[in-house]
């Protein structure tokens, strides 16, 4: 089965438009990754302020910082204006217009590239390339998802309302968000089937778990900066009531609802690292 990527990707699922009017939200509500995810892709990197990273899909830079608060100077690379703009400055984050499969850096540029929680929006092959382009031989990719615990209850069930959420919206917009969750489920199975292999070796997988505390103000923001949630009107109306309900049975004597995740991190080398070794060999 051959499948086209390059016309099919900002076609059907554009994050600008997913993402617009929701930066605000994203930066305050959004969980912030575990240091333990933060140790393991840095790990093997014996001084990170000499590292260089570009952080793809950064949205406000919450990624970002995380790695800029190592020591790393991070070149973070996101194309909504909304996203950049309700970022939180940091020293040692510089934020640049551009997408994943037009990086506006120069080859062999950073010793790192991460995305976090953005890697399925973009064209699979064309930022596989671009990825590989702007690593230094022997760099390193390391791609993360944070997702709701499904064996957590209270997760479980604030995924639900999220989820079922997104449903009424996607029936007011037939069949277009249909063909979106189609596409994403399609593109997923077929990344992990390999597409990969030609541009980066050595995957390593690892899982992480950390909680997230949120007020009813949280709860809801969280839910506002979901690229798939209703954002205004009376279907938001309905959302909000709902967590309303959800946050007083499950909050603790502070008002907060415990919400837990599970943190998935893929890294892998560019797949230049071999013939660089062999060529720094053949010069001894």
């Not at 990624?63 to 939180?88: H, K, Q, S, W």
């Not at 997923?188 to 070796?201: K, N, S, V």
């Not at 950390?210 to 949630?229: E, H, K, M, P, V």
């Not at 907060?256 to 690292?273: E, G, I, K, P, R």
């Amino acid at each position: 089965m051959s499948f086209d990527f390059s016309t099919a990707s900002d076609a059907i699922a554009n994050p600008l438009s997913y993402f617009s009017e929701r930066g605000e939200d994203y930066e305050k509500y959004r969980p912030i990754h575990s240091a333990l995810t933060i140790s393991n892709i840095l790990s093997g990197f014996k001084y990170p302020y000499q590292l260089v990273a570009a952080d793809v899909g950064s949205g406000t830079g919450i990624g970002a910082r995380l790695l800029a608060n190592r020591g790393v100077r991070v070149l973070a690379i996101e194309p909504n204006t909304d996203m950049r703009t309700a970022a939180t400055p940091h020293e040692r984050v510089e934020f640049l217009a551009g997408t994943a499969e037009q990086i506006p850096l120069e080859s062999a540029s950073v010793d790192l590239v991460t995305s976090f929680q953005a890697f399925h929006w973009f064209d699979f092959e064309q930022s596989l390339q671009e990825f590989r382009r702007i690593l230094k031989p022997c760099g390193r990719l390391a791609l993360i998802w944070s997702f709701w615990d499904q064996s957590d209850t209270i997760s479980k069930q604030y995924s639900h309302l999220i989820f079922e959420a997104s449903k009424d919206q996607e029936r007011q917009s037939q069949p277009r968000m249909q063909l979106q969750t189609w596409f994403k489920s399609l593109r997923y199975q077929l990344f992990w089937q390999g597409l990969w292999l030609p541009y980066f070796t050595n995957l390593q997988r690892h899982k992480f778990t950390f909680n997230q505390q949120l007020d009813l103000a949280g709860l809801i923001g969280l839910a506002r900066s979901q690229g798939f949630t209703p954002s205004s009107g009376a279907a938001l109306g309905k959302l909000a009531g709902q967590l309303s309900e959800f946050h007083h049975h499950f909050r603790d004597s502070q008002g907060q609802v415990c919400l837990t995740y599970q943190t998935y991190l893929y890294m892998a080398t560019s797949a230049n690292c071999h013939s660089h070794k062999m060529a720094a060999w053949w010069r001894i």
